[in-house]
Structure formats: C-alpha cells, structure tokens
C-alpha cells in the first residue's frame, strides 16, 4: 500500500511564497506520475502541477504557470510544489497524487491521494 503525506500549507499574505512537501511511502511505490491538485469548498478538485517520478518532465494549470514549480527527489520518494508569488484565489487545500499515466489533469487518473495541506492565502 502507497501512503502519501503532505506538508507545508499554512497562512501567507498576498505575494508570499510557501513550499509543499509530500512524502511517499510503501514498498510498491513506483509511480510514472506525481501531481498536486486543490480544492475549496463546493468546488471540484482542480489540477495544479504534475511530474514524470522517471525523468522530470512537468506541467502546470495556466493559471500557476510561471509562479509554482513541482520538483521530485526520487531518493527521498519526495515531490515539492514551490508556491511564489501567491494571490489569494490560490486559498485552498492542496492534495498529492500519485498515478500511472503522464502526462494526466483529471484526477481520476491518479489512484493515491493523500489528505491534503491547507493554503490560505490572505490579501
């Protein structure tokens, strides 16, 4: 079993930065993607940032492109989410998944998750 676990949200003024953390554990972790989503209330969970774990190939939502950067440290079995730049309509909670199709925005995609680190974004 793959476990997942996300670090780092918090409460940050408008043009702020934040670093979030996911640790993944589990002896069959071997994905070909990792993505971070988000999520407010009432809404869909929204693709954020995704990354190839093989060879570092990324991609991002419009509406981050150019402000977040995802990252992976394999030995780590760890993937970053670098938030520069920070408005408030980023507020909400971010999740990481793990899946096996790259490159993937729908979540149905991803088949790990884990229970996500709020972001909130003041102005």
């Known amino acids: 079993q793959v476990q997942l676990v996300e670090s780092g949200g918090g409460l940050v003024q408008a043009g702020g930065s934040l670093r979030l953390s996911c640790a993944a554990s589990?002896?069959?972790?071997?994905?070909?993607?990792m993505a971070w989503f988000r999520q407010t209330l009432g809404q869909e969970r929204e693709f954020v940032a995704g990354?190839?774990?093989?060879?570092?190939?990324?991609f991002y939502a419009d509406s981050v492109k150019g402000r977040f950067t995802i990252s992976r440290d394999n030995a780590k079995s760890t993937v970053y989410l670098q938030m520069n730049s920070l408005k408030p309509e980023d507020t909400a909670l971010y999740y990481c998944?793990?899946?096996?199709?790259?490159?993937?925005?729908?979540?149905?995609?991803?088949?790990?998750w884990g229970l996500g680190t709020q972001v909130t974004v003041s102005a």
């Open positions: 998944a793990a899946g096996s199709a790259f490159p993937a925005r729908n979540s149905r995609d991803y088949v790990y």
């Open positions: 589990g002896r069959t972790f071997n994905p070909n993607a």
């Open positions: 990354i190839s774990w093989r060879v570092g190939s990324t």
